[in-house]
């Protein structure tokens, strides 16, 4: 809605010219009528103006003069002069200024002024409709030339010698290189809660909220929980990190990890790739802090293969002996700091060295991927303790019917289709069928070939689809009936799986 305003020193010129158009019908808000233009400048710098209807020759300050200020506060404004007959210099000054029309009191009819204020209002929208055109054409510009930007830093990162091409990264060679290696915190929770697509939406607005902040830096999604960061810096890194800590945590309530080092050319990238990714490994044994700075981490000094060291505890499988060398390895793993990966693999061997022989081997794959996944020590050494657990229970179970697992999932499937627009939960489905939550994964993996929060989602969106052809709910309300707490996530959640909006898949079915 444009706001419109009078100015002319005679009361009836001033109450026939508002009395003349209908403001609301024409899409106008009608600021208000004053004498002169001091009085109405005054108001004019607390309020947006977008048309202006002004007397010439007013006591105080004239016309031309408050239309001169007017443009100065607002240059798009449009401006109808009201003149006398005598007045033709003062009009060819203010049409010379840009004033879009005049008209004269003596001769002043009411379908003409309503003509001149549709002009306006329709100056206005095509003014508006330009404007947002070449918006988009300069974001796309811009997105082709950030993509290209970015293309040329993975050619590097990639260890290609060419770099011929590169100049549009130049000015990464400005100065010190800041490399900032970011990953997303406890994933396993934020999948089992949001879905696998959560996170991509997370770290694309992340992406372009930096881009925002920074106009020559680069910003890199390298995996489904990871972003690459390099910014030109001459101020301490510390500081940008918490900037960009900053710039993360208004974007979203997920909790990142920072590695950082420092590179002094564009062409070193690949080694302050590696650097700053091993820094954010770090968390790995201080899960409490978020900044890392670079480290080299040692490699393994096991000697002896894990399988050699299992071998005494294998037939039958000793709990509490192994418990207590894994205990050992625990605190050895912890004191040396060993790389993070070197970390998991061992502690795969382990589960693999115990129940190898023992065990389905795509139940053993799961169990040693899901060790590959925990995030800090203490995460993966309760994980190795609670996997060996349910190893042992499973081979003490083996004589259990083949049938079993297919009515335990018999069981879950049509409790989830009870209760999938709650807050439902893996551990409570899990504790529904009385078993663990890690085998109830496992399970509901191999018999319905999904995961579990993919398949609770999926029957989300086609219950919001359902809502939205049947129904006249709101957005928010479809959202909060399907089971989704975040009306902004759903919105995209339905438009990455159905290819619309919410609103946008209503109309289409409507037509």
Not at 354 to 362: E, P, T, V
Request: hydrophobic share 40%.
């Amino acid at each position: 809605m444009y706001n419109v305003m009078i100015v002319d020193d005679e009361p009836v010129i001033r109450f026939g010219l508002k009395a003349s158009v209908d403001w609301e019908k024409e899409g106008l808000f009608f600021l208000g009528a004053y004498p002169n233009g001091e009085e109405a400048f005054e108001i004019m710098k607390e309020n947006h103006v977008d048309i202006l209807i002004t007397d010439i020759k007013m006591p105080v300050m004239d016309g031309l003069t408050l239309m001169r200020k007017a443009v100065g506060l607002y240059p798009k404004i449009k401006v109808i002069l009201v003149s006398s007959f005598n007045e033709f210099e003062y009009v060819k000054e203010g049409i010379k200024y840009g004033a879009v029309d005049y008209v004269l009191k003596p001769t002043l009819e009411q379908e003409e002024f309503v003509q001149l204020i549709e002009k306006c209002v329709k100056l206005l929208k095509e003014e508006t409709y330009i404007e947002k055109k070449l918006t988009l054409v300069d974001q796309s510009t811009s997105l082709l030339e950030r993509k290209k930007v970015e293309q040329n830093l993975k050619r590097i990162l990639l260890n290609e010698k060419d770099f011929s091409d590169y100049g549009e990264i130049n000015y990464l060679n400005s100065g010190s290189i800041l490399v900032i290696y970011m990953k997303m915190n406890d994933i396993a929770k934020i999948e089992e809660q949001c879905g696998v697509l959560f996170k991509s939406f997370t770290l694309e607005e992340i992406q372009e909220r930096f881009y925002n902040q920074y106009e020559e830096g680069v910003c890199l999604i390298i995996g489904e929980v990871d972003i690459l960061f390099f910014v030109n810096i001459d101020l301490d890194p510390v500081r940008v990190l918490h900037q960009l800590q900053e710039v993360v945590m208004q974007e979203s309530n997920v909790r990142f990890s920072f590695g950082y080092d420092m590179i002094s050319s564009v062409y070193e990238a690949k080694e302050g790739f590696r650097r700053s990714f091993l820094a954010c490994e770090r968390r790995f044994f201080y899960p409490e802090e978020a900044v890392f700075s670079y480290k080299e981490l040692k490699e393994s000094s096991i000697k002896r293969s894990i399988a050699d060291e299992m071998k005494q505890f294998v037939i039958p499988v000793d709990k509490e002996k192994v418990v207590t060398f894994i205990e050992e390895r625990y605190y050895q793993w912890k004191q040396e700091e060993f790389q993070a990966a070197v970390i998991r693999k061992e502690a795969s061997d382990i589960l693999s060295s115990l129940f190898g022989n023992k065990l389905d081997l795509s139940l053993l794959i799961a169990k040693c991927h899901e060790l590959q996944q925990t995030e800090t020590l203490d995460d993966l050494y309760i994980s190795l303790i609670e996997n060996i657990d349910e190893c042992i229970q499973l081979i003490s179970e083996q004589k259990r019917k083949p049938s079993s697992d297919n009515e335990l999932m018999e069981r879950a499937i049509s409790y989830i289709h009870q209760h999938y627009t709650e807050e439902l939960t893996l551990q409570k489905v899990a504790d529904h069928i009385h078993i663990s939550r890690n085998y109830f994964s496992i399970l509901f993996k191999q018999y319905s070939d999904q995961k579990f929060i993919d398949y609770v989602i999926n029957l989300r969106i086609n219950k919001a689809s359902e809502l939205l052809l049947n129904t006249t709910l709101k957005v928010y309300e479809v959202a909060q009936q399907s089971g989704f707490k975040d009306v902004k996530y759903f919105s995209k959640l339905f438009k990455r799986m159905t290819g619309h909006s919410p609103i946008d898949y209503r109309l289409k079915q409507e037509k």
